[in-house]
């Protein structure tokens, strides 16, 4: 089964909420990778909806780009939305 | 005869075929299989349970699941043919868990529509889901087997040889199914053939397959009359409770 494709699996675990990576699973085909990850990750009630994506299609940022990426927006705390106070007619956010 | 035999009969097809699938669990080729074999294995043993249950109240004589399921011997039990049949490999494993499904589908469709029973209804309202679950896994298996390599079209061909001859008992009402029946306990199994032969033949035309004549269609499991595999299935499976009565973990 070497060369199955590897699939990455995003599960939503309710309505309202986003689908959530939560691992991969090897399938040979769109279909049979559905099954797959219904089987694999959503035997406790996990989902209400399942992706899966081709591994070999997924673009990733360059590990070696990690530093020039990621580490500007530490100086920049101003975005975090803890530094607003928010109404309490908001609610829950 | 009386009417709980027919839970019986369900509530075997549903335990041996469960354990039968549960056989490859550890075994199956990918890790996925090896999770989704037990999946379907539990789905048909949590039906089991509940039509064991349920019999042995209606029978009245204070036996228990676990009494009918680990103390009865093969002659005893009243599971359809086709679901004892060896795993061999996966074109027999997907293709026999195909033609139950394909079965039990309808059946339990029409259950929830006619029954007067509310446990078997309630049976029925969850089983119908697994079901078709099990139609659309083990469907898509049979058409990539079937339309796939030389080496695993032919092991599809000869499962459907193998396997095809035990389909039409899965149609017939043993005594105690016509007793259930004409009570409006459970649907008249003959019924379901049409369901049973369209989703045969989608899956079958997909996957390159041609379901054979079957002249002499083989029967018996109703009436107790097993293949030899059904007793090593049941020595393995009861071992444990006949060596520790009552054994709880």
Known sequence: MTTT????????????????HVGSIHAADEVMAVQAARDVYTRRGEGTSIW????????ASDPDQAGENFEPT?????RHPTFYEIPEDVGHM | MSIHEALLELADDHL??????????????????????PNMALDLIGSARTLYDHAGKLEGKGQSEDDLAYLRGEREYRNCLLVERPN???AHTMLRSLYFAAFMRPFWLKTLETSG?????GVAGKAEKEMAYHIRHAGEWVIRLGDG????????????????IYTDELFESSPAAHEAEAAGMLPVRAEMRDAWD????????????????????QTGGRKGLHGEGLGHLLAEMQSLHRAHPGATW
């Open chain 1, 74 to 78: 530490a100086d920049k705390i101003y």
């Open chain 2, 88 to 90: 061999e490999d996966f």
């Open chain 2, 198 to 217: 369209e989703v045969i033949g989608q899956v079958f035309a997909e996957a390159m397959l041609e379901a054979p004549d079957v002249p002499y269609p």
């Open chain 1, 5 to 20: 494709p590897l699939w990455e699996v995003f599960i939503r675990p309710r309505n309202g909420l986003s689908h959530k």
């Open chain 2, 149 to 164: 390599t030389e080496e695993s079209a032919a092991r599809m061909r000869d499962a459907v040889a193998a396997l095809h």
């Open chain 1, 52 to 59: 899966v994506v081709r591994s070999a299609d997924i673009v």
């Open chain 2, 117 to 121: 029973d509310e446990t078997v209804r």
């Open chain 2, 16 to 37: 041996v075929l469960g354990h039968r699938i549960g056989e490859w669990c550890g075994h199956a080729p990918m890790l996925e299989e090896d999770l989704a074999m």
